[in-house]
């Protein structure tokens, strides 16, 4: 890749540096020493990569970011084309013609072969301050992805200074960490200013029921939008923070987003936008997964339960795949967590799911939403209150299921009386169909936004009851930020997903899932089934097993256990417990057939994948 052109900030004349910079570095921050004044208004050669450790110390890492000739002495500098790679320990993900194949968990943004991001410098024509040089995002749609080499499960204070590339025009950016968590949302820098933004980061393993254990070996910063430019990081790794640990579903969890970015085309989830909204002193580690119930989700628990420290929070949202055993079964999984969490001398938050938004729930006369998941609500919220009669002072509830509904009403009230209009902030793609479950980036903000409200409402009724205090904790210097809402600019041309959608970079496929595999014992057994999504999917699946006996005769069917899930990118595996086997001279035909997210679970005649024959 061809190196960037610098591009030159025109100024009268430099901005000189103020002391503030020595104020705001809190607790572990080194004070940022002055520049000496020389001749051409030069800095002094950056220092490499530093590493700071041992004797009791943590590491440190201060990045200059932009040409390579004008660095801050005690920085290291970063330059435009500086592709991240393990030996150098730090750089930017997505450039070269091989930046596709890094791992999209890395910081949860995909790029697919054949796309690459382009990096660009700009500096004022005589730099004298550490932000009077940056580098730029080329296109507002494709972030600027940065990533240092961290030792897993461990705990950084990051402070971040934002400009605009073009110091003549408000930039406007958009800000992420780890796996695509959000912190600044169109946030605009007025021309020619910049942005400090400090918040705390949990760099920690994580585990998947598709993958196993993830170790996670990398802190992620990233920023997209109008004439987006960063100037400087400086990283502080803490011995320990507070952390609000999160379980959920796909409803709560990381989720991916492909490039060119469209908040409105990804799948998000409420765990995501946390961070958003959280005091800049608590890190949000994200431990929900795509399919996941309260029992299902033990492993990810037991993933860091033994880091949990006194004080922190634990938020626990589940409901959407409690398909089996109903709200009395998740009544019945919460104490696994709570008991734990209860002897750490750690909280517990229950909270009630955000609801599904389909047109059936919806009474068009009224402007009235149903619920689909208010027992769960009712019942998580049951059981926190007679925890709290037996004397518990360290579990709350939230209901977000209760808001989630009337915040639909308002919408149908504001664009118009039809279910359509809830489509905006639910993940949809151009040429294609809007998920009815599966909130994007815009609903996600706004979800989280109503954790935060609500919880400051139960505050304000009560600061002295004991679900208040647990509560008055995640609100500690929470910030005041506003959820993103779609502009009417998207809005009046027509229902999402509509024009404004770009048009994805898939492959186009017969079937968006792939059967690679059915598993079978020794003694016939039928045992689970292999499925890739190979394709754009907007909706859950249920692996189907026939097996037919050698005269033709369909002897037997067997339905998998969990479902196949489209918030997935990749391999899954679900499991069958049946009675039909697979015996001598018998033949199989295995295939996924979509079904309806709502009560009954009922199937539709839609099939997902070819048929799988053996």
Request: overall charge negative.
């Amino acid at each position: 890749m061809v190196k960037s052109i610098t591009v030159v900030w025109l100024a009268a004349s430099p901005v000189l540096k103020m002391g503030m910079a020595a104020i705001v570095m809190i607790l572990f921050f080194i004070p940022i020493s002055a520049y000496a004044a020389t001749s051409n208004s030069s800095y002094e050669e950056g220092e490499s990569m530093p590493t700071e450790q041992g004797n009791g110390q943590f590491l440190r890492w201060k990045f200059d970011f932009g040409p390579a000739s004008s660095v801050k002495h005690g920085y290291t500098s970063v330059t435009a084309d500086m592709a991240y790679t393990p030996e150098r320990g730090f750089g930017f993900l997505g450039l070269g013609t091989a930046g596709y194949q890094e791992d999209d968990r890395s910081d949860g943004f995909i790029l697919q072969e054949g796309q690459e991001i382009q990096l660009r410098e700009v500096s004022k024509s005589l730099p004298q301050m550490v932000d009077d040089d940056a580098i730029a995002v080329t296109d507002p749609d494709w972030p600027l992805r940065f990533a240092v080499h961290v030792t897993p499960n461990t705990y950084y204070k990051i402070k971040v200074t934002l400009t605009s590339a073009d110091p003549h025009q408000d930039a406007v950016i958009n800000l992420f960490s780890e796996k695509r968590h959000f912190h600044l949302t169109e946030k605009r820098i007025p021309a020619g200013t910049r942005l400090t933004y400090e918040f705390n980061a949990n760099v920690q393993n994580v585990y998947s029921k598709v993958t196993g254990t993830y170790v996670d070996s990398m802190l992620n910063i990233a920023l997209s939008g109008e004439n987006a430019a960063i100037s400087s990081v400086v990283i502080q790794q803490l011995e320990q923070g507070k952390t609000l640990w999160v379980l959920g579903d796909s409803t709560v969890n990381d989720q991916l987003a492909s490039i060119p970015y469209f908040r409105l085309q990804n799948y998000s989830g409420v765990g995501q936008a946390l961070s958003k909204y959280v005091g800049p002193d608590i890190a949000v580690s994200n431990h929900a997964e795509s399919g996941l119930e309260n029992y299902t989700s033990r492993p990810h628990f037991d993933q860091f339960k033994e880091r949990i420290q006194p004080g922190d929070i634990v938020f626990f949202e589940f409901g959407h795949n409690h398909k089996t055993d109903g709200p009395t079964g998740y009544y019945d999984g919460i104490s696994y967590y709570y008991d734990y969490i209860h002897d750490i001398g750690a909280q517990l938050i229950v909270v009630g799911p955000i609801d599904r938004h389909r047109a059936y729930q919806y009474n068009a006369a009224t402007n009235v939403w149903t619920s689909t998941l208010d027992e769960f609500s009712a019942i998580g919220k049951q059981y926190v209150e007679e925890k709290v009669a037996a004397g518990a002072t360290d579990i709350a509830f939230v209901d977000l299921n209760a808001p989630t509904l009337a915040w639909y009403s308002e919408l149908c009230n504001l664009l118009g009386r039809t279910a359509t209009s809830t489509d905006y902030y639910f993940r949809g793609i151009h040429g294609g169909t809007v998920d009815g479950t599966h909130p994007n980036d815009a609903g996600a903000d706004h979800f989280a936004n109503m954790f935060f409200e609500s919880a400051k409402a139960t505050v304000q009724a009560d600061s002295g009851a004991p679900q208040a205090n647990v509560l008055a904790s995640v609100l500690q210097n929470a910030r005041s930020e506003t959820p993103y809402t779609v502009p009417a600019s998207i809005t009046n041309l027509g229902p999402a997903p509509n024009s404004a959608y770009p048009q994805p970079y898939v492959v186009p496929v017969a079937y968006p899932l792939a059967i690679t595999d059915v598993h079978v014992d020794p003694d016939g057994n039928i045992l689970s089934m292999s499925v890739t999504k190979q394709g754009d999917l907007t909706t859950y699946g249920r692996g189907i097993v026939e097996i037919y006996t050698a005269d033709g005769q369909l002897k037997g069917t067997a339905y998998a256990n969990e479902q196949i899930d489209n918030t997935i990118e990749g391999t899954q595996t679900v499991t069958f417990t049946t009675d039909v086997t697979f015996g001598a001279n018998e033949t199989m035909k295995a295939y996924v057939m979509e079904f309806e997210d709502q009560p009954g679970y009922p199937l539709t005649d839609r099939q997902l994948s070819d048929f799988f024959l053996r």
